[in-house]
């Protein structure tokens, strides 16, 4: 698929590929892709921020709701979010540093939002659930995906997808991201009145807003400038100032009270302060406490099964979406759309529903936010290796994690999102069979915050079209299965009604 360069500038220009100058080099084909060791590692550290916040996001949702039986995840009668924290961190990162060292490619694997929201708000409630049986069936989700990677299936469906769609799916996950960028540091707010408002009351006030702001226009004065490392520096410059606000104002964390906050001017997810020693021993209790019949015995089979489906559709297209997106940043894509490794990456992803069954955490998949390690210059598993490792040291090391703010990592989804933005110039907006399906995949993942329902409608549409226009045959049989399967998708709240 030929593209126009997506980010001309976005990174220090890659030098010009050499022979290979270590066993790392070869190992990572550092030189074969343009990168270096300290650019490597730099890309992974800028993934490592901007999705760091899914260890204490994560236990937030699933630690902090009781299961049909009132126990909770890890067991016992009250909330052990510390577990849940280390779990998280510890699996995000064993899969980080296995889909870069196997599949050498610089994506990193976290909890899954949605997925985890899925478990905790749908299904442990149900009568007879519990948390162990509800892992048990992400577990069994995991190794459904496996078998469809080991068929070949998984990647039969990735290359059926029309390239323009691949490249739909990529401009929409860029404003996907950017929302959530401007919506976790609060730059956008919901309002009574409308869906969403500038800021807390429909105008930037606050001190946290001002350290967004500061970090966001710093980051693309880099980057314009072309200085190596644009989006780690203004992170860490911007995590600074937030700590030093934090110091002298004492706002402390912002308190949502639907449309009235209670404490508005507070940071959001983080309070940047560094009290205490900075080092804490995990309890990794939530890991194997997992009962792989214990969820179908609660629901029977027909609702385990709708149950493992709305697991396994999500998951399966999530990272297609994600995968496509990192090689379209990194340039990682050939001629025909093709990535390296891609066999390797989608085994590495299926492990992650499977291994976050088992370490009760909720089902791993690929996180988009390695697109913003990518943007910083990294091109190979090295990236993802680092990211890897940083995860696995906050399982001591949580008490520094929890020092950077939304309003200070935030603003390299921004960042990611303008320049993944600029690969929409290579879709022919003048035929409507292209349009249409593209339109449909680019707005509706902001809009619905969901990239599979922005995939789901690009390709239902896609087939309706190309069907009313008498172009059946020029449909690949998969985009048929595709489209049924996300029909199914769209329908399932009405399907787990009638089943469950």
């Not at 009568?127 to 990677?149: D, E, K, N």
């Not at 309070?271 to 792989?292: K, N, Q, R, Y």
């Amino acid at each position: 698929m030929q593209q126009a360069d997506p980010h001309p500038s976005s990174a220090p220009e890659a030098p010009t590929p050499v022979a290979p100058r270590s066993g790392l080099d070869r190992f990572f084909h550092l030189s074969e892709r343009g990168s270096t060791v300290p650019r490597e590692i730099r890309g992974g550290l800028v993934t490592f921020f901007s999705m760091c916040y899914i260890v204490v996001l994560n236990p937030l949702i699933i630690g902090t709701v009781p299961d049909s039986q009132g126990n909770y995840l890890g067991g016992g009668t009250e909330p052990n979010l510390a577990a849940v924290a280390a779990g998280t961190a510890l699996v995000a990162g064993l899969l980080s540093v296995l889909m870069g060292a196997w599949a050498k490619f610089p994506l990193a694997l976290a909890a899954g939002l949605g997925l985890n929201a899925y478990l905790a708000y749908s299904v442990v409630s149900l009568p007879g659930m519990t948390w162990p049986g509800a892992m048990g069936l992400v577990a069994i989700s995991g190794l459904l995906i496996l078998v469809l990677v080991l068929t070949g299936f998984r990647k039969a469906v990735f290359d059926a997808v029309p390239p323009f769609m691949k490249t739909a799916i990529s401009v929409g996950i860029g404003l996907f991201i950017a929302f959530i960028g401007l919506y976790n540091a609060r730059f956008v707010t919901h309002a009574a009145g409308t869906p969403v408002q500038l800021g807390n009351d429909g105008s930037l006030t606050g001190w946290p807003t001002l350290v967004f702001v500061v970090g966001l226009i710093l980051m693309f004065v880099l980057w314009v400038r072309k200085v190596p490392g644009a989006i780690l520096i203004a992170i860490l410059v911007a995590t600074a100032l937030a700590v030093i606000l934090e110091a002298v104002k004492g706002l402390g964390a912002y308190s949502d009270g639907s449309f009235a906050p209670e404490n508005p001017s507070g940071w959001s997810m983080n309070v940047p302060a560094l009290e205490g020693s900075p080092i804490a021993l995990p309890d990794f209790s939530t890991l194997f406490h997992v009962d792989l019949l214990g969820g179908i015995q609660a629901v029977g089979v027909i609702g385990a099964f709708v149950i493992v489906f709305s697991l396994l559709l999500a998951d399966f297209f999530d990272t297609m979406g994600t995968m496509v997106a990192v090689a379209a940043e990194g340039d990682l894509l050939d001629e025909k759309g093709d990535i390296p490794y891609s066999q390797r990456i989608l085994v590495v992803d299926s492990l992650g529903a499977f291994g976050g069954g088992i370490g009760g955490v909720s089902s791993n998949t690929s996180f988009v936010e390695s697109t913003s390690g990518v943007a910083d210059g990294a091109r190979t598993g090295l990236a993802a290796v680092t990211t890897g490792l940083a995860f696995l040291l906050t399982t001591f090391l949580a008490p520094l994690v929890e020092a950077v703010p939304y309003e200070a990592a935030t603003p390299a989804l921004v960042m990611v999102g303008f320049l993944m933005m600029t690969t929409v110039t290579s879709i022919d907006f003048r035929d409507p069979e292209i349009a249409i399906p593209a339109f449909l995949t680019i707005i509706l993942m902001p809009f619905a915050y969901s990239i599979t329902v922005g995939m789901g409608a690009g390709f239902v549409m896609y087939v309706v079209i190309r069907l009313v226009r008498g172009k059946a045959r020029e449909v690949h049989w998969l985009m048929y299965v595709i489209a049924a399967l996300f029909i199914a998708y769209f329908l399932r709240g009405a399907i787990e009604g009638l089943l469950l």
